[in-house]
Structures are given as structure tokens and as C-alpha cells.
């Protein structure tokens, strides 16, 4: 089972829509969560941490589960500019180090 | 924008050459990490380092060593250069505080070992 699984889509939605992302991870001593935006041949780029009581930036909101070990990206009223790969990031501890493990990554394309 | 810098951007080479990827931050972090990609694939870490004399292997393993001689510089050598190491490898450094700090990238190396 991978550390972190993400549905890679592509998900094709509409300028204006609503799409949600969710991501589980397998590690219950994961301490914190992060989503990170990557552009077609770009390195990766944070979007957003993810915290416990769930966080929102502007159009973007992100939620965590612990008990389930699930994490989500809600984006509201698509632009085309969102068009990425959107990676679920977990950081947990690894013999008293922390490590990221990122996620395959779930496409996005937003279409006028 | 971040300060963390790769060289070259684009390597094609030949079959047995030495090669090493450069690396390099300003920020003054101890983190640093490198990670292979391959087209629309997941990152894989291949190698971390926490600071300076400290080098770890990654999940993925690699053929490649690195050094971390200086905070700022954290090199990837590959001592004999084979097709199979084609892919894209990107380089990112993060603050002393690991919780909640942002991992910044470098804008990566693509690699082409014909």
C-alpha cells in the first residue's frame, strides 16, 4: 500500500465549477499535511498547509481526518489558470527525522 | 520567490560519463533533499540531508551519492551515467523548523543519458 494515494484523475471540469480532491495517507504518526500545486514540466510549489480545524485561502479550502487518515482540497469557482497537478504532502517521523512523502498527484483541467 | 538554484536545467549526455547535478540555497537551511520524477509519475526521494556531514538514502534507491560539504550546497553525482538514470531531479531545501515549513524546489535538472 503507498504512503500516500491520491486519485490521479484527470479530473475536466468547467470554468466555475467546484471540484474536490481527497488524498489518504497510511502512516497514523503523520504530523503534518500540506498540498502542493505543479505546473506541467515546473517544480512543485506549496499551496497550502493543512491544518486540524481545516483552513481555507480564498477559493481554496483544505480539511484533515485524522481518525480516518484523509485529507481534501476544495476549490471553488474553477479559473483555467488552476489547470495543475495538485500533490497531497504528509510529513511524519523517521528515526527522529522528518521526511515528506509526496503523493502521485491528482490532474486538474478547467475548461471555458 | 524561492532561492534555491539547480544547474544545468537540461543534460544530455553519453552512456558511462560522470555527471554531477548541482545544487544550491541561500536561505540558510539545513534540510535539504533531492527527488527523481518521471513524466506525469510521483516524486521519489532519493537522498536527504539535515545539515552539514549528514547525508541519508531516500525511499528510492539510487545509484547516485551526494555530499553536503557546505549548508548551501548539496551536489548529486552519478559516476557512470546509464540510460535508465533518465528523468528529471529536483533538488528542495526546507527551514529548521520541519513541522509546518515549506519545502522550496529548485526548478530541476533534466536528465538524458543516451
Known amino acids: 500500500r503507498k504512503e500516500v494515494e491520491q486519485d490521479p484523475g484527470p479530473f475536466n471540469v468547467p470554468e466555475g465549477a467546484t471540484v474536490a480532491f481527497n488524498c489518504t495517507y497510511s502512516n497514523s504518526a503523520s504530523q503534518s499535511f500540506f498540498w502542493y500545486r505543479q505546473d506541467c514540466r515546473k517544480e512543485p510549489k506549496l499551496l497550502m498547509s493543512?491544518?486540524?480545524s481545516g483552513n481555507e485561502d480564498g477559493r481554496f479550502t483544505a480539511q484533515l481526518n485524522r481518525a480516518s487518515q484523509y485529507i481534501s482540497l476544495l476549490i471553488r469557482d474553477s479559473k483555467l489558470s488552476d489547470s495543475a497537478t495538485y500533490l497531497c504532502?504528509?510529513?511524519?517521523?523517521?528515526?527522529?527525522?522528518?521526511?515528506?512523502?509526496f503523493g502521485k498527484g491528482t490532474m486538474l483541467l478547467v475548461s471555458p | 520567490e524561492a532561492d534555491i538554484y539547480q544547474t544545468p536545467r537540461y543534460l544530455v549526455i553519453g552512456t558511462g560519463k560522470k555527471i554531477t547535478l548541482e545544487c544550491s540555497q541561500t536561505m540558510g537551511h539545513d534540510k535539504m533533499y533531492w527527488y527523481q520524477q518521471d513524466p506525469g509519475m510521483e516524486l521519489h526521494l532519493i537522498h536527504y540531508s539535515y545539515g552539514v556531514n549528514s547525508t541519508e538514502k531516500g525511499d528510492l534507491s539510487s545509484e547516485s551519492t551526494v555530499s553536503r560539504i557546505r549548508t548551501e550546497h548539496f551536489p548529486l553525482t552519478l559516476e557512470s551515467a546509464r540510460p535508465s538514470h533518465t528523468s528529471q531531479y529536483l533538488c528542495?531545501?526546507?527551514?529548521?523548523?520541519?513541522?509546518?515549513?515549506?519545502?522550496?524546489f529548485g526548478q530541476g535538472t533534466r536528465l538524458t543519458v543516451v
Open positions: 493543512v491544518y486540524s
Open positions: 504532502v504528509v510529513n511524519f517521523m523517521n528515526s527522529g527525522y522528518s521526511t515528506l512523502t
Open positions: 528542495a531545501s526546507r527551514d529548521r523548523d520541519w513541522l509546518n515549513t515549506e519545502a522550496f
